[in-house]
C-alpha cells in the first residue's frame, strides 16, 4: 500500500512532464479577472469553400480585433522557423496570455498550434490537481493537452498542431475552445487552493 501512495503521484507528474520537450515557458497573466471585462468579439467568416493559408499577420489582426495586446517574435532552431504571436486578452471575466506559433520544418511543411504557460510551478502542485490535469486530458482527446515542461517545471496547455490551410472561423472555433479549456480547469493548474 504504501509503495501505491508513492507511485500514483510519481507517475502523474512523469505523465504530465513528458507531455512537452519543447515547450517556451514565459512568466504568465492567466488567470481569473474580478473586473467585469467586455467580452469578445467575433472575427469575419471566410466565404464558404474558400480556404486560404492562416497566416501569423492574419491571426495578429484576429486577435487585436478582440482586444489582445499582441506581438511577434521569430526564431530559427536547425532549420525550423518559428513565428511566435504573442497575445494577452481578457474575455469572460478571465486573463488570457498565450501564443499562437507558425512553424515552418526545413522541408517546407507548415503548421500552427497554440500554447500557453500556466503556472511556473507545476511541480509544486497536489496530486489531486494532477490528477485532475490527467483527467481532463483524457476528456479533451487529442486536440488539447496539458503538460509540464521538464527543464522549467512549467504547466503548460497546447492544442494539437493545425495545417495552415484554416478558414478563419475555423481559428476563431478553436481559439474559443481552447481559452474555454484554459478557464474551466483554473482550480487544477492555479496555485490557489
Known sequence: MSIRRFLVPALSVIVLACGSLTAHAQPTGTGPIS?????AMPGPPSPQGIVQSLTSDKVLSLLQAKGAETGMSHQDVKGTKFTIVRAKMQADDFGYDFDVVFVTFANGAKVWYFSAPLNTNGMGLSV??????????????????FMIDPQTGTVMIQSSRIGIATREQDFQTELGTYLKNIKETYQWWSNAE
Not at 473586473?35 to 467580452?39: A, C, D, I, P
Not at 476528456?139 to 493537452?145: E, Q, V, Y
Open 35 to 39: 473586473k467585469k471585462s467586455g467580452g
Open 128 to 145: 489531486e490537481k494532477l490528477q485532475g490535469l490527467l483527467k481532463r486530458n483524457h476528456t479533451m482527446g487529442a486536440n488539447f493537452s
